[in-house]
């Protein structure tokens, strides 16, 4: 696999952005499997306590992903612990004996990519490190069902009556975010969708980018299940960390930003005897309680292999992804992501 050119020398970085469950994860491990002996090194940062990301890597079973290859930096946002988490991440992947050719940064779904490109501006990686692109993955399901925001029509109603935009939500604004700090947008779970609502999309997401005024044009890619070329996606050459004012945010004039809009928290549950009952329930808890995002592992008696969970709003995807280990403590966790007041006990007593 060859990519672009590299900046002065320095080892390219990616930034994987994209709201929560867009399918980030699963466009790097179609990375990792089109890698071609290419050293990859991951850093995997999420939103909560538990890191199932990480784990789901780590479970590809390809030869370019071991366990020294991925960095995981769970219970936080990378752009809020830049000093404390991510440099010293980039720097121990420099230090290895063979320093990866291409580092490959996901970041959790509630992050904001700006700050953390800015971050390569800092004097321990300035000189070392570029970012050849930065990567929104979108999913297409989600924003037709207006998710994100409204249809483009309604967006373009809304800014002719009020002069501009005004983003009611939280999610709204991360998303637009994301979008607009982006080289790449990748439309993803295009096969859940028909070609109308896949045209919505793209005209939503031409619209956020117009409005945000970012003069420039980020190009949109369409997949499914993450497939994307490699060559594409790691050649880029953008050396964002040096176009930063031509990439807006809704948090620019902030000395910082939190995520008190949004909360987690660890579900524990008992063995999973049905797995098809269990997909049921926790779609009838997500539509319940308004809850964004669903993920983790699930002990099924009898079945030699974990149970991957994977939820987007009220739509539940569940397989075995690998065997357990003899060592490894046969457990069903879930990670819950919602809005700030979700109601933790309700959604504890309804999945027990």
Known sequence: MTTGPLTAGKTPATVITGFLGAGKTTLIRSLLEQAGGRRLALIINEFGDVGIDGEILRACGDPTCTEDDVIELANGCLCCTVADDFVPAIEKLLARPQPPEHIIIETSGLALPKPLVQAFHWPAIKTRVTVDGVVAVVDAAAAAEGRFAPDPAALAAQAAEAGQLDHETPVEEVFEDQLLCADLIVVNKTDLVDAADLAKVEDLIRAAMAEGGTGREAKILRASNGKVDPVVLL????????????????????????????????????????????????ERVAAAHGVLRLKGFIDVPGKPMRLLVQGVGTRIQTHFDRFWKPDEPRRSRLVVIGETGLDRDAVTAALG
């Open 235 to 282: 050649g880029v050459s953008a050396g964002a960390e040096d176009d930063l004012a031509n990439r807006p945010s809704h948090h620019d004039e902030e000395e910082g930003h939190d995520h008190d809009d949004f909360t987690s928290f660890v579900v524990d549950l008992g063995p999973q005897p049905d797995p098809a009952a269990l997909a049921k329930t926790l």
